[in-house]
C-alpha cells in the first residue's frame, strides 16, 4: 500500500480506473494514493495481505484481508477504536505489466457494522 511504499503506486498505469460498490470510480494513481491514505488514516496500523491469486488473459483476481484498528474518521463515523477485518476480492486487468482497470467488492456493510453502525428498514412514509 502507498503509505507503506510509495513505490506501490508505479503499478498502476497513468489512465486506472477502479470501480467500487455503488458505482464509485477511482481515476489514476494520485486518486489510488488519496483512497490509500484515507484507509491508512482511519486505520493506521492496517495490515493488507493478499492470497489467491487466479490469472486468465488479461485479468487478475485477488482475494484479500485488511485488518486494522479504527483510529481516525472513515466514512462519517468518528474513531472508535475498535479492530476490524475486511475481506474483498478484487479484479485487476493488467496490459504491458501496468493495471488499467479494477473491480473491486467488499463487504461495506459487514465493515460499518464493526465499525457500531446499526441499520435498520427504512420506514414507509
Known amino acids: 500500500m502507498y503509505a507503506r511504499n510509495p513505490a506501490f503506486l508505479e503499478m498502476f498505469n497513468k489512465d486506472y480506473v477502479a470501480h467500487f460498490p455503488g458505482g464509485v470510480d477511482v481515476q489514476g494513481p494520485e486518486d489510488v494514493k488519496n483512497l490509500t491514505d484515507q484507509y491508512f488514516k482511519a486505520f493506521p496500523d492496517m495490515t493488507h495481505v493478499s492470497s489467491d491469486f487466479i490469472a486468465q488473459g488479461d485479468k487478475v483476481v485477488v482475494r484479500y ?23 474483498a476480492i478484487g479484479i485487476f486487468r493488467i496490459i504491458d505489466g501496468k493495471m488499467v482497470e479494477g473491480w ?4 461495506q456493510l459487514g465493515l460499518m457494522m ?3 453502525m446499526e441499520f435498520k428498514p427504512r420506514e414507509e412514509k
Open 114 to 116: 464493526q465499525l457500531g
Open 104 to 107: 473491486l467488492e467488499y463487504d
Open 65 to 87: 484481508r485488511d485488518t486494522g484498528t479504527h483510529k481516525g474518521a472513515f466514512m462519517g463515523v468518528d474513531p472508535t477504536g475498535r479492530k476490524i477485518e475486511n475481506t
